[in-house]
């Protein structure tokens, strides 16, 4: 199969990636050191602005955007999957078990081996993805109030005025919206 992934130099895009096999790890505060680590890490060999994350047990949703002439948003979750595992690893984190295939060709068990991306289009696309990454720990119930989700850009963008502290509002994407597996 061919993935079809977006060419949009400068671009915001939209990304979702998963643990291996929906593994619930990341909001221990071992796996939030090392992701911390590894994003800062790659932003240092491949800038970044990061728009908004929200941190989940199983999987984490980023907003970002690339700097004007670089399209390639791979590099950038690739390296920040790969930075996490060594440091999470070498942490003494532990990772999921793998066929006999994905361990001989040096995959780990800590990711999937892939990630949803999509581009935004616009600036009412960007509000639709920035509402539904905020909204998730509401939606996946971890919690009552978005505001009580400790792990999320939220409580950055309610200090600017974009929320209120008791915003929770129900997100649905519109069914144009496309998503497409990238490496």
């Not at 793998?98 to 990630?115: D, K, L």
Request: proline share 5%; hydrophobic share 40%; glycine share 8%.
């Amino acid at each position: 199969m061919r993935y079809v992934r977006s060419d949009v130099a400068g671009g915001t895009f939209f990304f979702t990636v998963v643990t291996n096999k929906r593994r619930a790890f990341l909001t221990d505060s071992r796996a939030r050191a090392a992701l911390h680590r590894a994003f800062n890490d790659v932003r240092t060999l491949h800038p970044f602005v990061l728009e908004a994350v929200v941190v989940l047990p199983d999987h984490f949703h980023i907003l970002m955007t690339l700097p004007s002439g670089d399209p390639n948003f791979s590099v950038r979750i690739g390296g920040i999957k790969r930075r996490f595992t060594d440091l999470f690893l070498a942490g003494g984190g532990r990772e999921g078990p793998v066929s006999q295939g994905r361990a001989n060709s040096g995959y780990r068990g800590i990711w999937q081996p892939r990630f949803w991306e999509h581009t935004i289009s616009d600036a009412r696309d960007f509000k639709l993805h920035l509402d539904y990454l905020h909204f998730n720990p509401l939606k996946h119930e971890l919690v009552q109030q978005v505001i009580d989700w400790p792990w999320s850009s939220f409580h950055r963008y309610l200090a600017q005025g974009e929320y209120e502290s008791n915003w929770a509002g129900h997100i649905t994407l519109p069914h144009d919206v496309e998503y497409y597996w990238a490496d």
